[in-house]
């Protein structure tokens, strides 16, 4: 079992994250790039992430929520930016209502996702940054940290399955 590995830079307002999975690179790539198979992993348990539109492709974007055990509903917005097939992507993620409205009052996050074919094993490297500081710990005192690492574990579960 990996682990997932947390680098906070404040100077520079930003979390590096990696991470290395047991499946090959093609296995990695589809399930970070396809609506189906992120709803399976992305929010932390006993949340489920809920796709309500997806375009993966530069201008493109995945509308979705995260539904809570009672019923709540967290809405999502990732817009994609670049996309380098089976390299990388990145794209602007913006809390918001069911129809894609950003909240202003939100921390943005901007993520880098960059994939590494080591063979058996692929590696995902994410860099987050952010336009402040206070964006930056609001994020982490939202549970960030705690959530994506339960994520990360879904998706190891994920990659297990034949």
């Given at each position: 079992m990996f682990q997932t590995h947390f680098n906070l830079q404040?100077?520079?307002k930003k979390i590096e994250i990696e991470r290395e999975f047991a499946a090959p690179l093609?296995?990695?790539?589809q399930a970070w790039t396809n609506s189906s198979?992120?709803?399976k992993w992305w929010a932390p348990k006993p949340w489920k992430a809920v796709t309500k539109a997806f375009e993966f492709k530069a201008g493109g974007r995945w509308l979705y929520y995260m539904g809570?055990?009672?019923g709540e509903k967290a809405w999502s917005l990732a817009e994609y930016e670049s996309?380098?097939?089976f390299k990388s992507f990145s794209g602007v993620d913006s809390?918001?209502?069911e129809n894609g409205v950003k909240d202003p009052n939100a921390p943005q996050m901007h993520w880098l996702v960059e994939f590494q074919d080591l063979g058996k094993t692929t590696k995902v490297k994410s860099t987050i940054t952010f336009a402040t500081l206070a964006d930056l710990k609001k994020t982490l005192?939202?549970?960030f940290k705690e959530g994506f690492t339960m994520a990360q574990t879904n998706l190891d579960a994920l990659l297990a399955e034949k």
């Open positions: 404040e100077r520079a093609d296995r990695v790539w198979q992120l709803d809570g055990p009672k996309i380098k097939p809390f918001c209502d005192e939202m549970g």
